[in-house]
C-alpha cells in the first residue's frame, strides 16, 4: 500500500513558476514509478509527467516538455514536478500517481493522491 500526498499547488501568474511535491508513504513507495497528472475543469485527466524508481528515465506530455521538470528524492520518498512558464491552460487539479511499471496510461496506476489545485492567472 503507497499512500500519497501532493502539495505546493497554488494561484500564480502567467510566466510565473510553480513547483510540486508528492509525499509517499509505504514500505516500498521507493520502488514505485510516479507520474503526474493533471485535470481541468470539464476536462478528463491527462497525463503530464512520469519518472521511474531510481529516477534514471523521465517522460513528458508535449504539452508541458521544456517547461516542466520532474524529479525525485528515494531518501525523503518525494516526488517533484517544477514548474515554469506556466500558462493559463495549465490550470487545473494535479495529481501524483504510483505504479510499478513506468507508464504514462493512466488507468494502470494503483495509487492515487487527493490532487492539489493550480490556478495560472493571465
Known amino acids: 500500500q503507497v499512500h500519497l500526498v501532493e502539495s505546493g499547488g497554488g494561484l500564480v501568474q502567467a510566466g510565473g513558476s510553480l513547483t510540486l511535491s508528492c509525499a509517499a508513504s509505504g514500505r516500498t513507495a521507493s520502488s514505485y514509478a510516479m507520474g503526474w497528472f493533471r485535470q481541468a475543469p470539464g476536462k478528463e485527466r491527462e497525463f503530464v509527467a512520469v519518472i521511474s524508481w531510481n529516477g534514471g528515465r523521465t517522460y513528458y506530455a508535449d504539452s508541458v516538455k521544456g517547461r516542466f521538470t520532474i524529479s525525485r528524492d528515494n531518501a525523503k520518498n518525494t516526488v517533484y514536478l517544477q514548474m515554469n512558464s506556466l500558462k493559463p491552460e495549465d490550470t487545473a487539479v494535479y495529481y501524483c500517481?504510483?505504479?510499478?511499471?513506468?507508464?504514462?496510461?493512466?488507468?494502470?496506476?494503483?495509487?492515487w493522491g487527493q490532487g492539489t489545485q493550480v490556478t495560472v492567472s493571465s
Open positions: 500517481a504510483a505504479d510499478k511499471e513506468f507508464t504514462a496510461i493512466m488507468r494502470l496506476y494503483d495509487y
